[in-house]
């Protein structure tokens, strides 16, 4: 069974503050990671994915990936009241169910103004 | 704008009734795949599908059926076998990887299915 495992939260965190978002990973075949945020009642989103070693920037949001310790993370830096939302990890491997990503549960950020 | 569209947006069904979400694309995406969501959980896999005619069970696709006749449309069927079929079901498509293991997901609006 792969998982992907994150903190349920809530985590909260005050406006303008870093937010870090946690995930680990048991398959080591993992080969692509991403990260979709996913409001009340809605669908996910994409935020942004990562396929290497190191950190990926774009905007307020860095992903960083260590597949040595099967970790990937996601930085907010300066967290706004409308980043709070649940943020779900997904992970993709080769495997027997094609190109589907495995999905965390989900870690609820909460930002107070 | 291409994407994906769900319906119905929500859904209300007896027990022991069949019913049946829509998913539609236009992104020419190949690969097609429907996930359930249940309240303060993860996606979890139903059925995905690669190509036109063809498609293979997920983590959970005892009492769903599905059918992929055309590249655009994935319908997913809700059996009475489905023993809690209250859920959010996702529709997602990506392109099909080369290689593997490095593809996007895109979702659609999502189906609220309750049963009463």
């Known amino acids: 069974q792969k998982e992907v495992e994150q903190n349920s939260g809530p985590l909260s965190v005050p406006e303008g503050a870093i937010a870090s978002l946690n995930c680990t990973y048991s398959?080591?075949?993992?080969?692509?990671f991403f990260w979709y945020r996913q409001y009340s009642g809605k669908s996910p989103e994409l935020i942004m994915f990562i396929y290497s070693n190191g950190d990926k920037e774009d905007g307020r949001f860095t992903a960083q990936l260590n597949k040595a310790s099967q970790y990937v993370s996601l930085l907010i830096r300066d967290s706004q009241p409308s980043d709070s939302a649940t943020y779900l990890c997904?992970?993709?491997?080769?495997?027997?169910?094609?190109?589907?990503?495995?999905f965390g549960k989900g870690t609820s950020l909460l930002v107070t103004p | 704008d291409g994407g994906i569209t769900q319906s119905p947006k929500y859904l209300f069904r007896k027990e022991g009734q069949n019913v049946t979400l829509s998913c539609e694309q236009n992104l020419n995406h190949d690969a097609m795949y429907w996930y359930r969501q249940d309240p303060g959980q993860g996606l979890r896999l139903i059925y995905y599908?690669?190509?036109?005619?063809?498609?293979q069970k997920g983590d959970i696709a005892e009492g769903y059926s599905v059918s992929r006749e055309k590249k655009e449309s994935f319908p997913l069927t809700v059996t009475s076998a489905q023993k809690n079929p209250t859920a959010f079901y996702l529709c997602?498509?990506?392109?099909?990887?080369?290689?593997?293991?490095?593809?996007?997901?895109?979702f659609g609006a999502g189906s609220r299915l309750t049963v009463l």
């Open positions: 997602a498509s990506s392109r099909r990887a080369l290689g593997g293991g490095a593809n996007v997901l895109t």
């Open positions: 398959d080591r075949g993992s080969q692509s």
């Open positions: 997904a992970v993709g491997s080769n495997s027997n169910s094609g190109y589907a990503l495995n």
């Open positions: 599908s690669q190509i036109v005619n063809d498609f």
